[in-house]
């Protein structure tokens, strides 16, 4: 299968991430104790960042979402498939050679009080990616670079002789986002980095992000459950689901004219300020839940839980393609410019 | 499964004649350390009525689930009651033995917490412990007591009750944990049902079926519900009347749709553009940006003079410096702790 | 589940930071580390104060009571043993041989387990396999009968014993710091530092490390005081120190066969053993409080 790109549009600058064919997960002792079983809980994925852009992945637990972003950054090595960063193949490349691409390719987790050592000051958080890169940043210019990090992501310089229980959630994570900025990253992987904070100061993180994108053109895999934040972040979006990409394309395309059923009872069931007690019913409520990455159903993996499933679902796997000159690519039988997969009244 | 069954109009809310199935008047509650107590909720009065879903909203350090704790007589060690009183029915709690809270709870007032594995034991079978109320508290037999638990199971939507009666709760999925905490919760019949955050450990799919299932028992059950939650987009679902909590303290109550559509405190108006879904009205990135609250939610051992969220807020002037305002009425129901609510109602509407 | 509920309702102030006080030692601590002390100075300065001479008897003045006055005028206050010896300067003399080898022993015993549990932690895989399993075996083996082993094959001396006891005592500190690392190596921070494309030994000292001393450090005030028995233990079996030097175990020892006649002279030094062994755990126990307040609950 071939990686799209979507809406490549004419300023494009390229692209910075390019994931084929990845599977990821865990292992579990076998059968009977001998050997051990591998459960892809990413079952083969193909994907795109564009450079100086955000590609949004929305899905919900279980998805894959998470162990997309570990394996992206050399946290759990995949099991099937290439990602390509830099010109090189991070999948494939020996320890010493993915150390040194680490540089250009940073992440910012999920809970800064748990993903950032408490023991440290935020200045040697900040700092500690040019002890282990040295060259970056010399060693008598240090002081100063991280007071620019600081104020570049809204702190103030002092507050980098503090330990991190001394600061907010909010203002810890703008701590993490620096001590990713300091590698002077090409792509950030964001992993659920705003779902820890109340909204008011989400909001805040998301200015903060959408600011450092326009000013130092880094580009974000941006992970979240939450669809009006990916919505509202990102240029391009993935839909997953149990471990793969059912909708692929720009925002404007997979939240504007969802096509494929997940994504229509997804977005149908976000819960918006306008929804009233009296105006619940009539969205897609989906029935059961997402069945287990290590058995996954036939076909179409979302065929279980669909509202359109025919035996056609549980013989063939549907490709994410473009069908039907849509815009962006469906993993889906029935999808077609005509809205097919409209859900029943 | 599909609960969106169809159902009849809502009837028209009770009048708020009638005595509220349960109140708070003028609740402080304080972490004491030593001789000291950091005031944490400061000043709350709420009424719920049956039939009706009060949302308290507020983020984190909001004092939201302190209150909401304090309706079922359980803060945490440390917490304590430091003025103000708790009505069950009509009736004063403030005399209440453990003993009487014991019964109070389930019966009269219960609880759907947010982490269905924490409130499940796990080492009994799930129909168990649905069943236990019924065999504890109200000495049916285990055959009668396993009847109506697998009744309620069915209720609330648990396919395959019979079979799943022994299940651990490990066995079960996240959503359907929630359903048996929810028929835990509702087995006895309460008149009240607190709901902390009962959607916010669940995705986005199971979450509307876990919205639809509170929302079909509140119906039926003619139930007065306190739903708590950080997420206002949730409580639109559910709720009719909504209370929004700052530092301690209501700062703005009312007629949900009403306070949705042209808040009168300038942290509601904050809280509500503060969202993705204000700054992208279409689809996709509008390349808009978003509007936070600058700032952070005080420190309750150092708090701001005057108005809580002066700091914070946009509006602010001397005034607000200097006064705490309080909660009064603006007419049409609502009520706002606001010196300058008539400016905030005109700066929505323009 | 991606969604992190909204933090608890607001921090006790007894939790936060820069809170109201600091915590302070209770007055049993101190009353611990005041043994303590005592028996440091004892150990340091006691032989130069009343010199221990081991092989000096003086058979006129065998089996005085304590308190009872010597021929040099001298008052032995805690009576003489049976060849006339001052129990004092014997127990003062035997402190200084429990103070080396319980201190040599978990220097030396717990920085081979630091080593062999934060590599079996850390690591993981076979490294832990095979470090695991060496520990098990000498876990399963009785500590005593290895220490007999060691002891007969060596011969007395105090090098000896304390190579016995770390022998016998590493496992449990390298069980401790492997369980902290283990449990260190899972959190999202080391994550953190791996994606930044720091190294092993980046992670291991600057990361995993110290979040192990401190289980390492409530171990080690365990040890201290078990390491004085099992020293004391192995001298009153005649297995530990040499004859030449005192020891409090051997002490006890040499006071059996006159516990009818006088009882002091295996008392005195199972006392000062059971005080310090007692002041150890006390202090032991206030310092993991201090460390840790949530163990108290």
Same mark, same amino acid.
């Given at each position: 299968?071939?990686?799209?790109?979507?809406?490549?549009?004419?300023?494009?600058?390229?692209?910075?991430?390019?994931?084929?064919?990845?599977?990821?997960?865990?292992?579990?002792?076998?059968?009977?104790?001998?050997?051990?079983?591998?459960?892809?809980?990413?079952?083969?994925?193909?994907?795109?960042?564009?450079?100086?852009?955000?590609?949004?992945?929305?899905?919900?637990?279980?998805?894959?979402?998470?162990?997309?972003?570990?394996?992206?950054?050399?946290?759990?090595?995949?099991?099937?498939?290439? &990602?390509?960063?830099?010109? %090189? +193949? #991070?999948? !494939?490349?020996?320890?010493?050679?993915?150390?040194?691409? $680490?540089? =250009? @390719?940073?992440?910012?987790?999920?809970?800064?009080?748990?993903?950032?050592?408490?023991?440290?000051?935020?200045?040697?958080?900040?700092?500690?990616?040019?002890?282990?890169?040295?060259?970056?940043?010399?060693?008598?210019?240090?002081?100063?670079?991280?007071?620019?990090?600081?104020?570049?992501?809204?702190?103030?310089?002092?507050?980098?002789?503090?330990?991190?229980?001394?600061?907010?959630?909010?203002?810890?994570?703008?701590?993490?986002?620096?001590?990713?900025?300091?590698?002077?990253?090409?792509?950030?992987?964001?992993?659920?980095?705003?779902?820890?904070?109340?909204?008011?100061?989400?909001?805040? &993180?998301?200015?903060?992000? %959408? +600011? #450092?994108? !326009?000013?130092?053109?880094?580009?974000?895999?941006?992970? $979240?459950? =939450? @669809?009006?934040?990916?919505?509202?972040?990102?240029?391009?979006?993935?839909?997953?689901?149990?471990?793969?990409?059912?909708?692929?394309?720009?925002?404007?395309?997979?939240?504007?004219?969802?096509?494929?059923?997940?994504?229509?009872?997804?977005?149908?069931?976000?819960?918006?300020?306008?929804?009233?007690?009296?105006?619940?019913?009539?969205?897609?409520?989906?029935?059961?839940?997402?069945?287990?990455?290590?058995?996954?159903?036939?076909?179409?993996?979302?065929?279980?839980?669909?509202?359109?499933?025919?035996?056609?679902?549980?013989?063939?796997?549907?490709?994410?393609?473009?069908?039907?000159?849509?815009?962006?690519?469906?993993?889906?039988?029935?999808?077609?410019?005509?809205?097919?997969?409209?859900?029943?009244? | 499964?599909?609960?969106?069954?169809?159902?009849?109009?809502?009837?028209?809310?009770?009048?708020?004649?009638?005595?509220?199935?349960?109140?708070?008047?003028?609740?402080?509650?304080?972490?004491?350390?030593?001789?000291?107590?950091?005031?944490?909720?400061?000043?709350?009065?709420?009424?719920?009525?049956?039939?009706?879903?009060?949302?308290?909203?507020?983020?984190?350090?909001?004092?939201?689930?302190?209150?909401?704790?304090?309706?079922?007589?359980?803060?945490?060690?440390?917490?304590?009651?430091?003025?103000?009183?708790?009505?069950?029915?009509?009736?004063?709690?403030?005399?209440?033995?453990?003993?009487?809270?014991?019964?109070?709870?389930?019966?009269?007032?219960?609880?759907?917490?947010?982490?269905?594995?924490?409130?499940?034991?796990?080492?009994?079978?799930?129909?168990?412990?649905?069943?236990?109320?019924?065999?504890?508290?109200?000495?049916?037999?285990?055959?009668?007591?396993?009847?109506?638990?697998?009744?309620?199971?069915?209720?609330?939507?648990?396919?395959?009750?019979?079979?799943?009666?022994?299940?651990?709760?490990?066995?079960?999925?996240?959503?359907?944990?929630?359903?048996?905490?929810?028929?835990?919760?509702?087995?006895?019949?309460?008149?009240?049902?607190?709901?902390?955050?009962?959607?916010?450990?669940?995705?986005?799919?199971?979450?509307?079926?876990?919205?639809?299932?509170?929302?079909?028992?509140?119906?039926?059950?003619?139930?007065?519900?306190?739903?708590?939650?950080?997420?206002?987009?949730?409580?639109?679902?559910?709720?009719?009347?909504?209370?929004?909590?700052?530092?301690?303290?209501?700062?703005?109550?009312?007629?949900?749709?009403?306070?949705?559509?042209?808040?009168?405190?300038?942290?509601?108006?904050?809280?509500?553009?503060?969202?993705?879904?204000?700054?992208?009205?279409?689809?996709?990135?509008?390349?808009?940006?978003?509007?936070?609250?600058?700032?952070?939610?005080?420190?309750?051992?150092?708090?701001?003079?005057?108005?809580?969220?002066?700091?914070?807020?946009?509006?602010?002037?001397?005034?607000?410096?200097?006064?705490?305002?309080?909660?009064?009425?603006?007419?049409?129901?609502?009520?706002?702790?606001?010196?300058?609510?008539?400016?905030?109602?005109?700066?929505?509407?323009? | 589940?991606?969604?992190?509920?909204?933090?608890?309702?607001?921090?006790?102030?007894?939790?936060?930071?820069?809170?109201?006080?600091?915590?302070?030692?209770?007055?049993?601590?101190?009353?611990?580390?005041?043994?303590?002390?005592?028996?440091?100075?004892?150990?340091?300065?006691?032989?130069?104060?009343?010199?221990?001479?081991?092989?000096?008897?003086?058979?006129?003045?065998?089996?005085?009571?304590?308190?009872?006055?010597?021929?040099?005028?001298?008052?032995?206050?805690?009576?003489?043993?049976?060849?006339?010896?001052?129990?004092?300067?014997?127990?003062?003399?035997?402190?200084?041989?429990?103070?080396?080898?319980?201190?040599?022993?978990?220097?030396?015993?717990?920085?081979?387990?630091?080593?062999?549990?934060?590599?079996?932690?850390?690591?993981?895989?076979?490294?832990?396999?095979?470090?695991?399993?060496?520990?098990?075996?000498?876990?399963?083996?009785?500590?005593?009968?290895?220490?007999?082993?060691?002891?007969?094959?060596?011969?007395?001396?105090?090098?000896?014993?304390?190579?016995?006891?770390?022998?016998?005592?590493?496992?449990?500190?390298?069980?401790?710091?492997?369980?902290?690392?283990?449990?260190?190596?899972?959190?999202?921070?080391?994550?953190?530092?791996?994606?930044?494309?720091?190294?092993?030994?980046?992670?291991?000292?600057?990361?995993?490390?110290?979040?192990?001393?401190?289980?390492?450090?409530?171990?080690?005030?365990?040890?201290?005081?078990?390491?004085?028995?099992?020293?004391?233990?192995?001298?009153?079996?005649?297995?530990?120190?040499?004859?030449?030097?005192?020891?409090?175990?051997?002490?006890?020892?040499?006071?059996?066969?006159?516990?009818?006649?006088?009882?002091?002279?295996?008392?005195?030094?199972?006392?000062?053993?059971?005080?310090?062994?007692?002041?150890?755990?006390?202090?032991?126990?206030?310092?993991?409080?201090?460390?840790?307040?949530?163990?108290?609950?």
């Amino acid at each position: 299968m071939t990686v799209t790109e979507p809406g490549a549009a004419p300023e494009d600058t390229g692209t910075v991430l390019k994931v084929s064919g990845l599977e990821a997960g865990y292992e579990r002792p076998g059968r009977h104790g001998f050997g051990r079983t591998r459960v892809p809980v990413v079952a083969g994925i193909d994907l795109a960042v564009r450079a100086g852009r955000t590609l949004g992945v929305v899905g919900e637990s279980g998805c894959g979402k998470s162990t997309l972003a570990r394996a992206i950054v050399g946290l759990r090595p995949p099991f099937a498939g290439t &990602i390509e960063f830099a010109g %090189a +193949d #991070l999948a !494939a490349a020996p320890p010493r050679r993915r150390r040194r691409l $680490s540089r =250009d @390719l940073q992440m910012v987790f999920q809970d800064p009080y748990t993903s950032l050592n408490p023991r440290m000051t935020v200045a040697a958080v900040i700092a500690e990616g040019w002890s282990v890169h040295p060259g970056i940043v010399p060693r008598d210019r240090r002081d100063a670079e991280v007071a620019r990090l600081l104020e570049l992501v809204g702190l103030r310089a002092d507050h980098g002789g503090r330990r991190l229980h001394e600061l907010s959630g909010g203002q810890c994570q703008r701590v993490a986002i620096a001590r990713a900025l300091a590698l002077r990253p090409r792509l950030i992987v964001c992993d659920e980095a705003v779902s820890a904070l109340d909204v008011s100061v989400r909001a805040q &993180i998301l200015n903060l992000l %959408a +600011d #450092l994108q !326009a000013e130092l053109d880094v580009a974000y895999l941006f992970i $979240s459950h =939450d @669809l009006d934040v990916v919505r509202h972040i990102s240029h391009d979006v993935a839909v997953m689901y149990l471990g793969t990409v059912v909708e692929y394309g720009t925002a404007a395309d997979v939240f504007g004219d969802p096509q494929h059923p997940y994504t229509r009872a997804l977005l149908s069931a976000a819960p918006s300020v306008h929804d009233r007690p009296e105006s619940a019913a009539g969205g897609i409520v989906l029935t059961g839940e997402v069945p287990s990455p290590a058995a996954p159903p036939s076909g179409c993996r979302f065929r279980t839980r669909c509202y359109m499933a025919t035996d056609a679902c549980a013989a063939d796997v549907p490709a994410l393609e473009p069908r039907d000159g849509l815009p962006q690519s469906v993993a889906c039988h029935f999808a077609d410019s005509a809205g097919s997969t409209a859900p029943p009244p | 499964m599909t609960i969106s069954a169809p159902h009849p109009a809502p009837a028209p809310p009770p009048g708020p004649a009638g005595e509220p199935a349960a109140e708070l008047r003028d609740v402080h509650i304080g972490f004491r350390s030593g001789r000291h107590v950091t005031p944490v909720v400061r000043g709350i009065s709420l009424a719920l009525r049956r039939g009706r879903v009060l949302a308290l909203v507020g983020e984190s350090g909001s004092g939201k689930s302190l209150t909401s704790l304090a309706l079922i007589g359980l803060l945490p060690p440390g917490a304590e009651l430091t003025a103000g009183s708790v009505r069950l029915g009509g009736e004063d709690t403030g005399g209440f033995s453990a003993r009487r809270w014991r019964e109070a709870r389930g019966g009269r007032v219960a609880m759907v917490f947010q982490d269905p594995m924490a409130a499940l034991n796990p080492g009994f079978p799930v129909g168990w412990q649905i069943a236990e109320p019924f065999r504890r508290r109200l000495g049916l037999g285990r055959r009668e007591a396993r009847e109506r638990a697998v009744a309620l199971m069915r209720e609330v939507g648990i396919a395959d009750a019979p079979a799943r009666f022994g299940d651990h709760p490990h066995e079960f999925s996240g959503g359907m944990r929630q359903r048996a905490v929810i028929a835990m919760a509702l087995a006895l019949e309460p008149a009240v049902l607190l709901a902390d955050e009962p959607t916010t450990a669940l995705d986005v799919t199971v979450q509307a079926q876990i919205l639809d299932l509170l929302a079909q028992r509140q119906r039926e059950d003619d139930l007065a519900t306190l739903l708590v939650s950080h997420d206002l987009g949730v409580v639109a679902r559910l709720a009719q009347d909504i209370a929004v909590m700052y530092a301690g303290r209501i700062v703005e109550q009312g007629p949900l749709d009403a306070v949705y559509t042209r808040p009168a405190h300038p942290y509601t108006l904050g809280l509500l553009e503060a969202m993705p879904e204000a700054a992208d009205p279409g689809e996709g990135n509008s390349g808009g940006r978003l509007k936070p609250i600058p700032g952070v939610p005080p420190d309750p051992r150092r708090p701001p003079g005057g108005c809580a969220f002066h700091p914070r807020c946009p509006f602010a002037t001397d005034l607000c410096r200097a006064e705490d305002p309080p909660l009064i009425e603006i007419g049409g129901g609502r009520a706002t702790a606001c010196h300058h609510s008539d400016q905030v109602l005109t700066e929505e509407s323009a | 589940m991606s969604t992190i509920a909204p933090a608890p309702p607001v921090p006790a102030p007894a939790t936060a930071s820069g809170g109201t006080g600091r915590r302070r030692l209770p007055a049993i601590a101190w009353v611990g580390l005041a043994v303590l002390a005592l028996f440091v100075l004892a150990a340091l300065a006691g032989p130069l104060l009343r010199p221990y001479d081991p092989v000096a008897t003086d058979l006129p003045h065998r089996l005085l009571a304590p308190g009872a006055r010597l021929g040099d005028g001298s008052v032995a206050w805690l009576g003489t043993d049976q060849v006339g010896r001052d129990m004092l300067a014997t127990l003062l003399a035997g402190s200084r041989v429990s103070l080396v080898v319980a201190l040599a022993t978990v220097v030396i015993g717990g920085a081979v387990g630091l080593v062999a549990g934060l590599a079996a932690g850390y690591f993981g895989g076979w490294t832990d396999t095979v470090l695991s399993r060496i520990g098990d075996v000498q876990l399963a083996f009785p500590s005593i009968l290895l220490a007999i082993l060691i002891a007969g094959v060596l011969g007395p001396s105090i090098t000896n014993i304390v190579i016995t006891l770390a022998v016998t005592r590493w496992v449990i500190f390298a069980r401790v710091v492997r369980a902290s690392a283990l449990a260190t190596r899972e959190l999202e921070f080391v994550d953190s530092a791996r994606v930044l494309g720091a190294g092993h030994l980046r992670i291991l000292f600057r990361h995993v490390l110290p979040n192990c001393w401190q289980p390492l450090l409530v171990a080690t005030t365990v040890q201290i005081g078990l390491t004085m028995v099992a020293e004391a233990s192995l001298s009153f079996l005649g297995l530990g120190i040499p004859p030449d030097a005192a020891s409090w175990g051997a002490t006890v020892s040499a006071g059996r066969d006159y516990l009818g006649s006088a009882w002091w002279i295996s008392t005195m030094p199972a006392l000062a053993l059971a005080a310090v062994v007692t002041a150890v755990g006390v202090v032991g126990d206030a310092f993991r409080d201090l460390a840790d307040p949530r163990a108290q609950l």
